[in-house]
């Protein structure tokens, strides 16, 4: 079935060590997305991209990054992650941006200790 | 600019009974309009979309929704309540053109279905 995967599903990392999160989808869809949603909250919206084109929300902090290598992966990187960072971290696709039907992986849910 | 507002961050009904889950919107342009459920621990599902075509939407799950513009409203309903639909709902808004296409969630309504 064509999907969206994300790895780790849990990550644990310590403050200020960088980590990386992965996403990949099976549907080659042309846009990816980055949310983080922390509890009881809705997921709110990090970055995009349209092919290779990165778009940043303006209130994402510096400390979030994104690649995408190619169609079907996507990387977040977190460069020094505070406690403030945990959260859950959800990758979405869409096939265009226009008519946006997102689909959504399991998430990966991020622990700093 | 678009917005979303779910009224009642928690919704508790009988096992059985109507689901009513409400949603209202604010678009400055037609908008997308979308339900999705988010179970613990996992991503989101996209439940249904209104995407201007009927005004009576039909879901996944026995879930549907009615657009009506005059009350700039999306409720979610669905006429028997399963245990199985205990999880948190979403309503989501995207533009249907310009820079308005990124979706815009509510804040959430969490279901609980009683026995």
């Known amino acids: 079935d064509a999907m969206v995967i994300q790895n780790p599903r849990y990550q644990v990392t310590q403050f200020g060590k960088p980590v990386t999160l992965s996403c990949s989808q099976t549907?080659?869809?042309?846009?990816m997305y980055w949310y983080q949603q922390k509890s009881s909250q809705a997921p709110k919206l990090l970055f995009h991209?349209?092919?290779?084109?990165?778009?940043n929300e303006a209130d994402t902090p510096d400390n979030f990054q994104s690649r995408r290598p190619n169609t079907s992966f996507c990387f977040l990187d977190i460069r020094s992650p505070g406690l403030g960072d945990a959260a859950m971290y959800l990758c979405?696709?869409?096939?265009?941006?226009?008519?946006?039907?997102?689909?959504f992986g399991p998430g990966t849910r991020l622990t700093v200790l | 600019a678009q917005s979303v507002t779910q009224l009642g961050s928690h919704v508790s009904v009988s096992e059985g009974a109507l689901v009513l889950l409400r949603c209202n919107y604010s678009s400055s342009v037609p908008p997308y309009l979308f339900w999705y459920v988010q179970y613990p621990n996992q991503g989101l599902q996209l439940l249904l979309k209104y995407t201007s075509a009927a005004t009576l939407v039909k879901g996944i799950n026995g879930f549907e929704a009615e657009f009506k513009k005059s009350e700039t409203s999306f409720h979610l309903t669905k006429p028997s309540a399963h245990m199985s639909d205990a999880a948190e709902y979403f309503c989501a808004v995207s533009g249907s053109g310009g820079s308005n296409y990124k979706l815009t969630f509510g804040k959430g309504t969490l279901l609980t279905v009683n026995p």
């Open positions: 549907l080659n869809h042309n846009v």
């Open positions: 991209y349209y092919d290779k084109d990165f778009n």
């Open positions: 979405a696709t869409s096939r265009e941006k226009l008519y946006n039907e997102q689909f």
